[in-house]
């Protein structure tokens, strides 16, 4: 593996940092897509309520009603976002999944997966007895044409996904996917056999991707060699078919989607839920305001109407996962009720970028001296947040969260829970900066009032260490469109996970994976680190070959990739590309006749519904 070979793993076009962008604006509970936790005793006591009961004879059935934003496409290679991507778990199935949003894989309709010895086959045995929601059977042959969609149509948002990020072997002309190339063969009715160019420690994780649904074969026409059974546009808004335990009943765009149990899930007795129901509501008032009528089964709380001393935590589990309830409730219909609630932290970082080449070291160094991140988590997130000293989110650090705060409070150099003026007002002393003598920071903010108000407190502490910051609100496709044209000197912005290992957070501050000069749109970040002529940026280097060249799923390689993760991490600390902010969670209230499995730190959009219930079977 080549350092600048961009294809083989996703980088900022991916998921990653548009996602994260979006999650932050409104801060509701689940993300802002109205899903999110666990079921318990509700407002009544402290009885503990998890794990979930399973639904007793006649409590099955009823509508699950929830709350989303902006649908634009229910078609798995096509969807980008969040809002269309609850829905679409609902509806189709890959070969494994993500349980509950869990990180640890399982089956889903594979069967079995065996991998060779030097894990690049993956030989896969379908599940018996699945059909589609028009009645037709699943075979291999259906997984070749859907992965061939997702690898060769016009249509498909995610070409990287499986060429690049998965790395299924495949043939490029000029640069191009040779149409039919991708090395995916039905070898029977029931088996297939895959093949990646290379090792990829996280292979079973990146097929739980949406994007990797699985359809009938020759439904569209949108590539070589199929005329389709319906044309893209229908099967994307009216007629999407897939496993799933929901079937598609009806989508007005701007209004609501609706979904119901398919009778012949493969999953004996579920879904337990009649159908789920979704208002599109955008506005975080409204939301507030519908979810408080009890007009949704799960409550959207945007930050303004948080009450962090309203939060009751009953339970916490070994993955940081606290159940409980909230309450009680202030306005609507539910005024003075208690809640259920769950709070999972999710694999999302948020950051402050810096180009190497624009914004001096010492400038870096006395802006992480200056951030206080407990203060901003209680100021700007209203504490629903987990402060955030590495890239990488506690709960895939290496050695996990104990292991992550050890290292912080160890090592980390700029302080812990404090801001450090007169050490940052040194440190440009040292480089030269005084009052006659300032430097002139120009940070774009992503448009959000989370991120603004983020910049707008490190502008006001650097202005006492000879920084005079201008903080410009903007949007996500102008950070990217200024940055890719290398006029950026600092920005915020945040990445969630693709696959769940460091690497997919590392690769944003790779030194030589940040040259913007040579890499315009494809650098994972606008930083030039590669530019520094420091010790840490070699070290970084070192290390993210390290990781490249250990991506097998091996206990030794595992290793080699924690130990270059580590370096990475402290050799940021030094040079301050990345200065990491908080980690997000995120956090479901819910009505007690609602019980739900809390979601794991994938995040509730992975969610599946097949086992939610409401008491009674109610609506």
Known sequence: MTENDLSR?????????????????????DGGDGDGGDGGDGGSGGAEWYPVPEPSEGDTGGTLQLINSTITTFDPIQNTD???????????????KYPNGEPKTENSLASDISVSEDFTTYTVTLKDGVTYHDGSELTASDVVYSW??????????????ILDSLGVAHETQDGNYVPGSIAVEATSDSELTIELSEPFHSSMEMMAYSSFAVVPEGIVGDIEGYQGEMSQSEFATSNPVGTGPFQFVEWTEGDHAEIEAYGDYHVDGRPYLDGIYWAIIEEDQ???????????????????????????????????????????????????????YSQSPTLLTYYIAFNAKQAPKPVRQA??????????????????????????????????????????????PYGVGETRIDDAKQVMEDAGYGPDNTFDL??????????????????????SAYVNVTVEPTDFSTIIEKGNNGNLQCYTLGWIADWPAPDNFLQLMAPSLTDVDELGSSATTYTDWDDADTQARRDAQAAWEKIQNNQAPTDEAQQARDEAAVTMEQANWEDVILLNVIHASDERFWYPNTNVQPFGSMGPSRQMHDTTWKEGGGN
């Open 367 to 412: 802006a992480a001296y200056v951030l206080n991140r407990e203060e901003v988590n209680q100021s700007v997130f209203k504490e629903r947040f987990q402060p955030g000293y590495n890239l990488t989110p506690p709960g895939i650090y290496p050695g996990g969260a104990s292991a992550y705060n050890s290292d912080v409070e160890e090592n980390y």
């Open 286 to 340: 409204a939301s507030y305001t519908y979810s408080t009528n009890k007009n949704s089964d799960f409550l959207a709380i945007p930050t303004s109407k948080y009450d962090k001393g309203q939060v009751t935590v009953q339970q916490e589990t070994d993955d940081g996962k606290k159940l409980g309830k909230y309450g009680p409730l202030g306005s609507g219909e539910a005024s003075g009720e208690e809640v259920r």
């Open 82 to 96: 969040t809002a269309g991507g609850v829905v679409i778990r609902q509806l189709f199935e890959g070969l494994t």
């Open 148 to 161: 061939e969609r997702l690898a060769q149509s016009e249509n498909s948002n995610r070409q990287y996904f």
């Open 9 to 29: 793993r996703s980088f900022l076009k991916a998921t990653g940092g548009a996602a994260a962008a979006a999650t932050v604006a409104g801060c509701t509970g």
């Open 442 to 463: 120009t940070i774009n903010a992503y448009n959000s009032g989370a991120f603004q108000q983020l910049a707008e407190g490190l502008r006001d502490k650097l202005s």
